[in-house]
C-alpha cells in the first residue's frame, strides 16, 4: 500500500509541476485574486499536504472533561489547524514561524478554541444573552471576546450555538438561545458579526463556527450524544432558519453534530453537509467534525471501521477531522483505491485555504504580544460584562414589590452555597477565565450596601448531599434580619456538554433549606443560578420574588447587587419556558395546537407551565396602546405596518422588549399557535411614551417551508399578536 501512496503522490507532483508553469498567479501575491491564490497553492501541493491540510490537532491542557482520549503531538509544521489551550501568543508565534518556515509551502496554522461566552472575561451563558433580547450587546460582548482570543493566539472559536433547543434536561441548553427558532437566528447574526467584524483580515477578529449542523438538540429524553428523531418539516421549520441566518451572515464554518439524524449521523449527513449547506446555501468556507465524531460513526452504527468513518464523513461534507486523525491515517489509502476522489480533495482543502486567506493569515500569520494586562478584563470590558448580566437577569415573581430593596430593609440575610462562589457562577465553557478575575456577589453585595444594610452571611447547605448542619446558622441569620436573600442554584457542569439530568429541580437539600427559612416568616428573595429552565413548582410557593440570574460570570457580584438595590432595573425575558415540573417537558410556546385544544393534558399539574417564554417583569410599570395596522388588508407585495405604543407608567426608568408575534390560523401545513418574528429593546424614562415598529414584509413573515425547505405564501387571515393583544389582517390576491 505503501508503494501505491508514494507512486501517487510522485505523479501529483509531476502533475502540480506542470500545472505551475501555466499559471500566472502567485499565491503569495497578497494582491492577486484570493481564487486564483487558491488554485495556485493547491496546483503546488501534493497529496499528503492536502490531507495535512484537513486534520486538527491539540496543543495546551485538555479544558474539556468529556474530550477523553487526548493524545498529545509534537505539531507538524504542515498541520492545517490546532485546537489551541494555551494563553501565550509567543507560544503561538513560535508553532506559526515552524509552519511558515519549515513546511515546503509556508501554510499558516488556523488556531481554534472554545471561545463560547467570553475568552478570559467571562460574559453571561448564551442562554442569559438571549435573556436580554439585546444583540447589540450581544455582539459588543463577542467582539471583546475576538480581541481577547486573539491578542492570546487564536484566529476562529466553535461558537456560537444555534441549536433550537425545547428540552431543559439537554445540558447544552446553556450554550445556545432558547427555545424560538427566530430568536437563535438573531442571536447568530449578532454574535457572527461581533467575531468576524467588517473584516475578517482585520485585527482582532476571528472565524465563527455555526453549530452543531444540526438536529443535536432534538437528542431523545435530553439525553446527549444520542438518536434525534427529526421530521424533515422540522428541520426546515425549526433548525434549519438559525444556520442560514449565520451563513448569510457570513459565518466562516460550521461543526458538524454528534446526533443521529433519524439514521443518518449528522457527520455523516450528505444532504444536510453538501445538498443544503454547500449548493443550496451556496456557503463557502469549511465543516469541522465535532471532537471524536468521525470516530462515532463507527459505534452509531453506520460505519464497520474508522477507514470506513472516514469515507463517509469526507465524502458527505466534512473538510476538516478534529483531533480524531483519521484523515490523516485513511485518506490516502481511500484516494489510492478510487473510493475518494481527488477532485473532492482539492475542493475540501480550496474552502480551508479560503477561511485562512480572509483571514489573511498568508501576509499576517502571527499575532502582536502585548501584556496580560492590556489585554485582558479592561474596564469597558468589564463594564459591558456588568451591563450585558444586568439585563439578561428576569424577575420571575415580585409579590408586595419586595423588590427592589432600595432602603426598606437595614438588615440582611444573605444565604446560599452561591453568596461566595467563583466557580460555578461563571457557567460551563468558561474559557480561560480564572476564579480569581470573578467579582463574587458577597463581594458586590458589600459595596453595594455599604453604610446602608447589615449583611448576615450564612452558607446554609452545599450545591448537593444531605448535611443540614448549617441550617441552625442560616435560620440564626434570618431572624436578625429584615429579610432572606437565598441564592440557590447549580454547578457549572450539571448543564453544558454532558449535562444531561433526569430532573430539572434543585437538589431535595436546597429545597429542604428554603423550607425552613419559610418559617421565620421573613420575606424571602429568590435568587438562582442555573444552565437551564428550573422545577419551580414547590419554591415559587414558598419565595416573596424570585430572580433567574443564570451563570453571569465575570462581574456576577456588580450585577447581582445593583438589581437588588435598584441601581439596576431588570429588563430580561425568558427566551425558554419554565415547566410546572420536568414531567411536562416537552413543552414550548409555539408549539401546533392539540386536536382537542382543552383536553389530553396531564390530569395531576395545570396545564399551562410556570412561566411562559417571553416571561419577565420589571421595577416599573409599562402600558401598552392598542396595536395599530397601517390596514387591514395587503397584497403579497405590500408592507403592513404595526405600532404600539408603550408608557413607562411607573416610578423608574426601565427597559421593555417588545416581542412581536405572527399567528396564521389556516394553512395547508399546519402552524404553530404563534410564531416570534420580530422584536425590539428600548430605554423608556418614567412618563416617556415610545412607538415601536413592526414591518410586515409578507414572504418573509407570513410565508412558511414545507418538508424539503420550498417556501409558501398563502392568502388568509393572519393576527398579530403582543401581550394579551390580537389583531387581525388579510393577505388577499
Sequence with gaps: MKKIIFALSAIIMITCAENTKNNTSDYKDKNAPIEDRIEHLISLMTLDEKIMQMNQWTYGKNANPNNIGEKMREVSPEIGSLLYRSTNPEYRNQIQKKAMTESRLGIPIIFGFDAIHGYRTIFPIPLAQASSWNTELVKESSAITAKESWLSGLDWTFSPMVDVARDARWGRVSEGYGEDTYANSAFAVAAVQGYQGSNLNEKYTIAA?????????????????HYSDVSNQTLWETFMPPFEAGVNAGAATLMSGFNDISGIPASANHYTLTEVLKEKWKHDGFVVSDWGSVRNLVEQSVAKDLKEATQKAFMAGIEMDMVDNAYVDYLPELVAEGKVPMESIDEAVRRILRVKMKLGLFENPYVDVVSEKERYL???????????????FVLLKNENETLPMTSKYKNLAIIGPMVKDSVHIMGFWEGMGRPEDVKTIYEGLEKEFKNKATLNYALGCD?????????????????????????????????????????IALPKIQEDLVAALRKTNKPIILMLSSGRPLELIRLEKMA?????????????????AGLLSGRHNPSGKLPMTFPQTTGQIPIYYNMRQAARPTLGHYQDIPRD??????????????????????SKKITKDQTLIAE??????????????????????????????KELKHFDKKTIKVGEKVVYRFEINPERDLSFVDSKGNRHLESGDFYVIINDQKVHFELVE
Design 544 to 560: 416573596d420574588a424570585i430572580v433567574e440570574i443564570w451563570q453571569p460570570g465575570t462581574m456576577a457580584g456588580p450585577a447581582v
Design 209 to 225: 463556527c455555526l453549530k452543531h449542523f444540526i438536529g443535536y438538540s432534538l437528542s431523545e429524553g435530553g439525553r446527549d450524544y
Design 463 to 503: 450545591y448537593d448531599g444531605d448535611d443540614e448542619s448549617g441550617f441552625e446558622a442560616a435560620i440564626k441569620a434570618a431572624n436578625n434580619s429584615d429579610a432572606i436573600v437565598l441564592f440557590l442554584g447549580e454547578k457549572r457542569h450539571w448543564s453544558g456538554e454532558n449535562g444531561s439530568r433526569s430532573t
Design 609 to 630: 407551565p410556570l412561566y411562559w417564554f417571553g416571561h419577565g417583569l420589571s421595577y416599573t410599570t409599562f402600558d401598552y396602546s392598542p396595536i395599530k395596522l397601517s
Design 378 to 392: 479592561l474596564p469597558e470590558y468589564l463594564e459591558l460584562a456588568e451591563q450585558l448580566s444586568s439585563e439578561s
Design 644 to 673: 404600539v405604543e408603550v408608557t413607562n407608567s411607573g416610578n423608574l426608568d426601565g427597559k421593555e422588549s417588545v416581542l412581536w408575534f405572527i399567528k396564521d390560523p389556516f394553512a395547508s401545513i399546519s402552524r404553530p399557535i
